[in-house]
């Protein structure tokens, strides 16, 4: 292999990496708010809960994920 054709491979495996850690920064950022968002939501039902309403008339939704919310 010619040094052109070396480099031109090198190049494409250094874009490749770089879109990659893109993506999966990007990926992260995505659960995160998914995460925060899903929480806020079962804040809410909680909160309802405390007032006493009913189930069916309660906003957001239950932890049925049982994931850790604070």
Not at 22 to 40: I, M, P, R, T
Request: aromatic share 8%; net charge negative.
């Amino acid at each position: 292999m010619d040094n052109k054709t070396v480099f031109s491979m090198v190049g494409l495996c250094c874009t490749i990496i770089i879109f990659m850690g893109v993506a999966l920064g990007d990926d992260q950022k995505e659960q995160a708010a998914e995460h925060k968002s899903y929480c806020e939501l079962v804040s809410m039902w909680e909160q309802d809960a405390e007032q006493g309403i009913e189930s069916v008339k309660r906003n957001g939704h239950p932890n049925y994920k049982g994931l850790e919310c604070e």
